[in-house]
Nanobody
Framework: QVQLVESGGGPVQAGGSLRLSCAVS????????MGWFRQAPGKEREFVAG????????NYVDSVKGRFTISRVNAKKTVDLQMNSLKPEDAAVYYC?????????????????WGQGTQVTVSS
C-alpha cells in the first residue's frame, strides 16, 4: 500500500513563503518520479512542479518559475515544495503524487498515487 502524506499548508499573506512536504511510504521511493499539483475551487487540477528520481531533472509550470523550488531527499522518502513570493492566485489544495514513469509529466493521469492534499490560502 502506497501512502503519501502532505504537510505544511496553511494561511499566508501575499509575498510570504510556505514549505510543503510530502512523505511517501510503501514503495521504493528512490526510483520514482514525484510531482506536486494544485486545485483551486472550480478549476481543474494543475501541474505545479515535478522532479525525477535522482533530482537531476525538475520541471515547473510557467506561473511558478523563479518562485517555487521542488526538492527531494530519497533517504527520508520526502519531497518538498518551497514556495516564495506567494500570490493570491497560488491559493489551492496542493497534492503530491507518484508516477512510475521515469519522466516528469505534467499530466495528472500519468500519476499512480496521490496524497490527500494540503490547503494553501493566500490573502492579499
Amino acid at each position: 500500500q502506497v501512502q503519501l502524506v502532505e504537510s505544511g499548508g496553511g494561511p499566508v499573506q501575499a509575498g510570504g513563503s510556505l514549505r510543503l512536504s510530502c512523505a511517501v511510504s510503501g514503495r521504493a521511493f528512490s526510483v520514482v518520479t514525484m510531482g506536486w499539483f494544485r486545485q483551486a475551487p472550480g478549476k481543474e487540477r494543475e501541474f505545479v512542479a515535478g522532479i525525477s528520481w535522482n533530482g537531476g531533472s525538475a520541471n515547473y509550470v510557467d506561473s511558478v518559475k523563479g518562485r517555487f523550488t521542488i526538492s527531494r531527499v530519497n533517504a527520508k522518502k520526502t519531497v518538498d515544495l518551497q514556495m516564495n513570493s506567494l500570490k493570491p492566485e497560488d491559493a489551492a489544495v496542493y497534492y503530491c503524487a507518484v508516477t512510475n514513469s521515469p519522466y516528469v509529466s505534467d499530466r495528472p493521469g500519468e500519476y499512480d498515487y496521490w496524497g490527500q492534499g494540503t490547503q494553501v490560502t493566500v490573502s492579499s
